[in-house]
């Protein structure tokens, strides 16, 4: 056990304080060699302590491996297959156990997290030697390092369930480099781990500032947890423990008599009261006035000024983005000589060579997800379910919400491409009628077969139509051995129009902030609370679904469906009937799928906490017909083309399996269910 939870601290500060990020707090290096109290005596060993404890924090941006892999394993995604496959397409298949989980890119983080919380622990317990700094900036330092013990405990959480804990009989966290036998381990309970962590983020809150300003220069220490940080994980966290998989609702009967080897229940039964804590939690983050939606010009009116507003989430520096509550420069990881948030853009982008230099096309967004987009006019989403064939979604079948303005079939032969191009070059060509009037965010996030790339040069030639099916003339022709792109559509949200990408150094070059909390979720994670609490509150969910719309120029709900009494009684919609909560719900969650479309690990866990991924992960691989020779018959929707075996997802899929190591040295620890 100790092996694989403890991390021999001297040698951490003596050798793994390496550099992971230029311009920004993450960068460490020192060759300290001393006792632990004469390195805590000193600021800067101190500074740079604390900035090691950061480097565990979950590669969520990563999205083809580490924790950022989910997005492969959930809906949202169909990630093309080829020489790169990853631990994580065999998740998606099924095809992995607790002997398989032998480490983080295998999805197995009981080792990574723990390294992290204990060295969390040494931090916070040697603190005060600390003479050198001011108070103010202690206090500070301890609240990031509890925020981050909070948050390493949360990733265990979110991805095992209930997990082992060290504390006290008060909730108190204790030293973790105790004499543990891993014979007497065992799992903790939900509502004991969730009371432990909202504990140490309410330590947390107590100390850390508003700003990072308020405590030492921020231009060089962009990153640090702020109060807004661990207030928003303490929403997240309590929006998870009312959800159906951790509060006894839905998955109750899966639950139900799962013991540790205490003879403790280690999931609840359902307490309702906890959705009016996950409420207050979001409105307590709302209530600081701190954070802002980014807009742009005035996105009701304008569909470049919606899409402008959108992609500045990522696009405006970190000092003057209002929406950001946490976040983190993206880290170079590995030896890719791509680095940095590049190596997204070309595992994303088209092969060829004739738009951009070595795509892979690997990363590409399901057609579930480009479904989801509401139509711009209207603001009713298009689709509102699928019919479905041997028991399963048909991504071919869609449940077509005749009102929303949405057609599945058919063209429109002079279509006018609007975001992020001119009409100077990007001039009207045939685009297929499920592209059309789309939201803004569809269009900052996907660049659809048969679009103008949005670059009017884009390697110093002329503006290119991106297209992929079975044709050389193609700019991203389909292979059945290479990365082509093999569902229709490239993501494009992290690329900023008229960016060319030639060289290698075009991407390396690319950084961004990645928002690991912002408002905007915090707005969704209310509403949701605010649907589901005691006193249901339609009302109060409405406006702020609304807020996010209308930065996207959408309508309001209400406008967008008339007929539905959202308080009550609900309606029908493409011959579906839902009570208003139930279309409440699920507009929440069809909002929430569109607004953090790839943006980590959030439709994953999503899915896991709501207990849907049983019906909505179990689909064939539904692309368009990229093996056909010509353009109009590649926009049919098929099958058969994928390379590579279907999504696959069982109830014992909601919670990941400990990993074999672990439990040979931990021998009566307890096996989530199923494995």
């Given amino acids: 056990m100790k092996q694989n939870i403890r991390h021999f601290i001297f040698g951490v500060l003596a050798v793994a304080f390496t550099a992971v990020s230029c311009d920004s707090f993450f960068d460490i290096n020192t060759k300290d060699q001393a006792t632990l109290e004469e390195i805590m005596g000193r600021s800067t060993a101190v500074r740079q302590y604390l900035a090691h404890l950061y480097s565990y924090i979950p590669q969520d941006e990563n999205l083809r491996g580490n924790e950022g892999g989910t997005s492969l394993r959930s809906d949202e995604a169909l990630h093309g297959k080829s020489q790169y496959e990853t631990n994580w397409y065999k998740v998606r298949r099924g095809e992995y156990s607790s002997a398989s989980a032998t480490g983080v890119a295998s999805g197995n983080y009981w080792k990574k997290f723990y390294e992290a919380i204990n060295e969390c622990t040494t931090f916070i317990d040697n603190l005060h030697y600390d003479k050198e700094d001011s108070e103010k900036l202690v206090a500070c330092m301890e609240g990031e390092a509890r925020f981050l013990r909070a948050y390493y405990y949360f990733c265990l959480f979110r991805h095992y369930g209930p997990v082992y804990l060290w504390m006290d009989s008060d909730y108190r966290p204790i030293a973790s480099d105790q004499n543990i036998k891993g014979e007497t381990m065992d799992r903790f309970t939900v509502d004991q781990n969730v009371t432990f962590i909202e504990k140490e983020l309410d330590r947390a809150i107590d100390l850390l500032p508003a700003n990072i300003s308020d405590v030492i220069a921020a231009s060089s220490n962009m990153g640090r947890a702020t109060k807004g940080a661990a207030m928003a994980l303490k929403a997240r966290l309590l929006l998870y423990a009312a959800s159906p998989l951790f509060n006894g609702q839905n998955g109750s009967s899966m ?157 429109d032969n002079s279509y006018q491409q609007l975001v992020d191009v001119k009409p100077s070059w990007a001039t009207p060509f045939k685009a297929h009628n499920s592209t059309v009037g789309r939201d803004a965010r569809f269009y900052s996030n996907f660049v659809p077969n048969g679009f103008w790339w949005p670059c009017e040069r884009p390697m110093d030639g002329p503006a290119l139509r991106f297209t992929c099916y079975n044709n050389l003339e193609c700019t991203s022709p389909y292979s059945a051995t290479e990365g082509c792109n093999r569902v229709g559509y490239t993501w494009r949200r992290l690329y900023k129009a008229g960016n060319q990408l030639k060289e290698a150094t075009d991407y390396s070059s690319i950084r961004y902030v990645f928002p690991a909390f912002r408002l905007a979720e915090v707005y969704l994670s209310y509403a949701e609370a605010c649907n589901e609490k005691q006193a249901r509150d339609a009302e109060e969910a409405i406006f702020y679904i609304d807020k996010v719309r209308a930065r996207s120029g959408l309508v309001g709900l209400k406008e967008a469906y008339p007929e539905i009494d959202f308080a009550g009684g609900g309606g029908t919609i493409g011959g579906i009937s839902r009570t208003g909560q139930e279309w409440l719900r699920w507009m929440i969650r069809q909002e929430k799928l569109c607004e953090f479309a790839f943006e980590g690990s959030q439709r994953h866990y999503d899915a896991i906490r709501t207990m849907i991924a049983v019906k909505e992960y179990n689909v064939e691989n539904w692309t368009l017909h990229l093996t056909a020779d010509n353009y109009e018959d590649s926009w049919t929707r098929v099958n058969d083309d994928y390379i590579g075996g279907r999504s696959v997802f069982q109830n014992r899929d909601y919670l990941f399996p400990f990993g074999s190591a672990q439990l040979a040295e931990m021998t009566n620890f307890t096996q989530n269910p199923g494995w």
């Fill in 255 to 411: 639950y139900a008599g799962f013991t540790n080897s205490r003879g403790e229940q280690l999931f609840p039964a359902y307490d309702p009261a906890k959705w009016d804590k996950a409420a207050k939690a979001a409105k307590d983050i709302i209530d600081l006035e701190q954070y802002s939606l980014t807009q742009k010009g005035n996105p009701m009116t304008s569909i470049q000024d919606a899409a402008d507003s959108y992609q500045n989430i990522w696009f405006e520096n970190w000092g003057s983005n209002p929406e950001i509550i946490w976040g983190w420069w993206y880290r170079q990881w590995g030896e890719d000589y791509l680095g940095t948030i590049g190596a997204e853009l070309a595992f994303s982008f088209p092969s060829g060579g004739k738009i951009c230099r070595s795509g892979f096309s690997l990363i590409t967004p399901s057609l579930k997800l480009v479904d989801a987009y509401p139509m711009a006019e209207t603001g009713r989403y298009p689709v509102v379910g699928y019919s479905e064939t041997n028991g399963m979604l048909d991504y071919s079948r869609p449940i077509v919400d005749e009102t929303s303005g949405y057609k599945a079939t058919g063209w």
